[in-house]
Each structure stands twice: as structure tokens, then as C-alpha cells.
């Protein structure tokens, strides 16, 4: 008979310990990914590895890789700074920007006479909400301490004081169900968009400013013209631009104006009637490739659906537009995922990335790449396309004289200019400050133009003479418009 005497058992319950701490070092030891072991008082041990000795791929997540980052303003260091980012596109700036290589006979530096710059304004929240928006936010919308200014004028005569509004949702109210809790109202600029565009104008402003190119000598509205939507984002995307190109302290009330179009015949949004442009959309919409892209994300649509209460609501089942808006505008804020707290499922990430891929196809095809998709962008944005050609035609003939020109608008604007100037393909969704900038350069006596997109020169556009964009800019208006577009 075995006799378990008390030495004996300690011995055993000693080499059991050691045994089990060996198989636990060993275990962790063939784990791949970086561990981070903490002390009770969460101080790192001597087992961190920080982020910089990781490979890259080690460093990515789902929602900031190579592929795309749709989780902050901030592309990740380990990857190039040109890096698609969702929620604050690359832009020009100093570190990166390159000097024109011009081709021809003419020993002389060339010189920026003009820039013309389309971008996207930045962050906002979402401007698709669901049928029960208030029991699928675990957190609330916080926008106050991001005020918007509102007040009227009369020139030379009196000035209203300066408004500013400030959104509640009050708990008691019968819809309450249909928006979130806090104090953002719906597709509103967020504070951190606001932010993301001082440091954009900051970076135009050092490369277009007297430090560099010193095309612009200040900041005032003989050099530089702003045009935006009639939307607030896009004022307010511009008053911060505006006041990063102005460091100065006094100039922090001075106003500016911006030009606008009457919000049913808006070129830049763009807004204006057009029955034909419909009818393509349709036509695009309904196409065997469009449905069979449909067909093939049906699974995740259906989950979607079902737990975001979307399901057999046309608008969310057409196409993944409102989904990505939605889980973007969270992802790039640090807002959770929406979650449904009856059946306790949140949209995953894997969900997020999913929608995303999805919206850039959708965004290219649509615009760029279906059978019909030029024609459908040409009717959509001919009227914009007018007004760049009569701009570059002043331009050629010496009458501008605005050195910078700004337009801000919205996603819609840019995919529709990206596709008609015939860009690199594919296209994907134009990312929040995403930027395309014209410049004329004056060289051996000619003008030429040069077009950077998202800091980038684009393939094709690297210098062309001004009558050759010129040339480019007219492809893009539809003779007859208002004729053809009821046709």
C-alpha cells in the first residue's frame, strides 16, 4: 500500500508548480503576436516589446494597414505616409512636397503663378441614422466644446452678435429613439474635423506661403477666393483653413466670404436637376455586375440588417453607402461600433472592414468604372467642369487675379472630378480632406499646369501646357446640358 507521507506530498506539490510554469513559459513562447505582462500596479515588466521593434505587420490591425486606415487622423508610423486614411486623407505638406521637373529647352527655375485646390471637408458625424439610433449607441456624441457660429449683417451698417448653436436631445422626448444621446446633431463637423483642417491649412500655408513657394505674401481675399456647399461643414472646414493661413492673434474676428450657389442649382454638391443622370444611375444600379457584387455580400448585409433593424429598408439594402458612413464616421472619431443590446451582438470590426471594401467598389464602379459611368459623372458635375474652364481660360489670358482658389465640398464633388479628369483607376471613396491641387506654373515664358491628388503628382498630369488642360477641362462639359439632362 503506497503511504502519502506530508514531505512526500510537498515534494509532489513542488514539482507540479515547476512543471506547470514550464508549459506555461513554453506556450507563450510559440505565440506570435507581442505580449505586454503587467505587475499589479499595471506597470510594464521587462517583457514589453515596444511598437517600434514590431515588423509592420505585426503593428497592423483591421482597421489600420496597409490597405487603409479608418481608426484616426493619424496614420500609424510604420507605414508610408502616404497611406490611404479614410479619416484624414494625406495633403500636401512640407516634409514630402516635390518641386516641378520641367520638360523643355528653358534653363530657368519655373514659377507658381496660381493654385486652384478641390477638397473634401473633414471628420464628421454620421449622416445616416437607424430606426432605433438611441438603443444601438453605447456612448454618447459629445460636440460640446466644438461651438458653430451663426449671424447676419448688414454692410456697413449694424452686426448681429455672434450665435452659436449648441444641440440637446432631451431624455423625454417621444423621438428620442430615432438619434443618439449628446450634443451632436447629425452630420455635423466634430471637433476633431475642425482640427484635422487647421493642420491642413497649416501644411498648405507653408508650402504656398512666403516660406517656401511665396505665392502667397498673406493671407486676404484679393489672393486667395473660397468657394464651398451651402452646407455648415463646409463653412466651417473653411474658417478653419482660413485661420491657420492667418498665425497672427489679431486676426482671429475678422470675416471672410464665401461664395456660394442657391442650394437646388449647386454645381459643386452637386445639386442641380438632371432626369438623364437618374436614369444612368438606375441603369448602373441595375446592372448584372452591380447585382452580383450585391449578391455576393448579401451574407453580411443580412446580418447587418437584422441587427441594426435596416432590414427591407431600400436605402440600406441598394447599396453599403449608408453603412460605411455610418461605421466611419465611429471608427475615425473613437465612437464603439453600434451594438444591439436585445440580441447582445455589436458590428465587429470584421463587419467595418468588410462594408468598407465594399463602398470603394461601389464608389468606383458607380462613378468611375461601369459601362455608363463617365456619362453619369459628366451630366453630374458639367456645370463645375464650366466654371474651371472659364477659370483657366482667365488664367491664360492673365485676367485672374486670385492667387489661390478653394473649393470645399463633399464626397460626391470629388469622385465625380476624379473620374471626368480620367484618373489613375481604381478610384476609392474619397476620404474625409482628401485634396486635388491645379497649379499653373510659368516656365520659359508658358504657362503650364501640373495636378497633385492627395499630395501626390498624379500619373499623366505630371506638365502639360495650359491649353492642353484647358483642352481636358472642356471634355468634361456636356454641350446642351439643361437640354440633355431632360431628354
Not at 468657394?227 to 486676426?251: E, G, H, I, K, M
Not at 452637386?270 to 438623364?276: E, M, N, T
Not at 453630374?380 to 466654371?387: A, L
Not at 474619397?430 to 485634396?435: D, I, K, T, V
Request: proline share 6%; charged share 20%.
Amino acid at each position: 500500500m503506497l503511504m502519502i507521507t506530508p514531505s512526500s506530498f510537498t515534494l509532489f506539490v513542488g514539482l507540479s508548480l515547476l512543471l506547470a510554469i514550464y508549459m506555461r513559459s513554453t506556450i507563450l513562447s510559440s505565440i506570435s503576436y507581442p505580449l505586454l505582462f503587467l505587475h499589479r500596479d499595471n506597470s510594464a515588466s521587462a517583457s514589453y516589446i515596444p511598437p517600434e521593434a514590431l515588423s509592420a505587420a505585426q503593428q497592423d490591425t483591421v482597421l489600420a494597414n496597409k490597405d487603409g486606415v479608418y481608426s484616426s487622423s493619424t496614420t500609424p508610423a510604420h507605414l508610408p505616409w502616404n497611406t490611404y486614411n479614410y479619416c484624414n486623407a494625406p495633403h500636401i505638406k512640407p516634409s514630402h512636397y516635390v518641386l516641378p521637373s520641367p520638360v523643355g529647352e528653358s534653363t530657368s527655375e519655373p514659377k507658381l503663378l496660381h493654385v486652384t485646390i478641390f477638397m473634401r471637408h473633414h471628420k464628421r458625424t454620421p449622416d445616416n441614422l437607424y430606426p432605433s439610433e438611441n438603443a444601438l449607441n453605447a456612448q454618447e456624441w459629445d460636440c460640446s466644446s466644438f461651438h458653430q457660429f451663426n449671424y447676419g449683417a448688414i454692410e456697413g451698417v449694424s452686426q448681429g452678435r455672434a450665435v452659436w448653436h449648441e444641440t440637446n436631445t432631451p431624455d423625454w422626448h417621444p423621438f428620442i429613439s430615432s438619434v443618439w444621446n449628446g450634443s451632436c446633431a447629425p452630420g455635423q463637423l466634430t471637433q476633431g474635423g475642425f482640427e484635422d483642417a487647421m493642420a491642413h491649412g497649416r501644411d498648405l500655408y507653408s508650402v504656398y506661403g512666403p516660406d517656401k513657394l511665396g505665392l502667397l505674401s498673406s493671407s486676404n481675399e484679393e489672393e486667395v477666393y473660397l468657394r464651398t456647399s451651402n452646407s455648415d461643414r463646409t463653412f466651417q472646414v473653411a474658417s478653419a483653413l482660413l485661420r491657420a493661413f492667418s498665425p497672427s492673434p489679431n486676426t482671429n474676428g475678422s470675416s471672410w466670404r464665401a461664395h456660394t450657389q442657391p442650394s437646388n442649382i449647386d454645381s459643386l454638391v452637386p445639386s442641380y436637376p438632371c432626369p438623364r443622370a437618374d436614369s444612368l444611375r438606375g441603369e448602373i444600379n441595375s446592372s448584372p455586375t452591380f447585382q452580383e457584387h450585391l449578391k455576393n455580400n448579401s451574407a453580411v448585409a443580412e446580418r447587418l440588417g437584422n441587427l441594426l433593424g435596416t432590414r427591407g429598408m431600400t436605402g440600406w439594402e441598394n447599396w453599403f453607402d449608408k453603412y460605411f458612413d455610418s461605421f466611419t464616421s465611429r471608427t475615425c472619431a473613437g465612437v464603439k461600433l453600434p451594438c444591439n443590446t436585445t440580441r447582445g451582438e455589436c458590428v465587429s470590426e470584421g463587419d467595418a472592414r468588410t462594408v468598407f471594401q465594399a463602398g470603394d467598389w461601389e464608389y468606383n464602379y458607380i462613378w468611375n468604372e461601369a459601362a455608363r459611368a463617365k456619362e453619369y459623372s459628366k451630366l453630374g458635375f458639367s456645370v463645375m467642369f464650366q466654371e474651371l474652364v472659364l477659370l483657366f481660360q482667365s488664367i491664360k489670358r492673365g485676367e485672374e487675379s486670385h492667387k489661390l482658389r478653394l473649393y470645399i465640398g463633399h464626397d460626391g464633388s470629388m469622385i465625380r472630378l476624379l473620374s471626368v479628369l480620367d484618373f489613375p483607376s481604381p478610384i476609392r471613396w474619397p476620404a474625409l480632406g482628401s485634396e486635388v491641387a491645379m497649379e499653373v506654373w510659368v516656365h520659359g515664358g508658358k504657362k503650364f499646369v501640373r495636378v497633385l491628388f492627395n499630395g501626390e503628382v498624379v500619373k499623366g498630369f505630371e506638365w502639360m501646357n495650359l491649353e492642353e488642360w484647358i483642352g481636358r477641362l472642356e471634355g468634361g462639359v456636356v454641350d446642351g446640358l439643361s437640354k440633355v439632362c431632360y431628354e
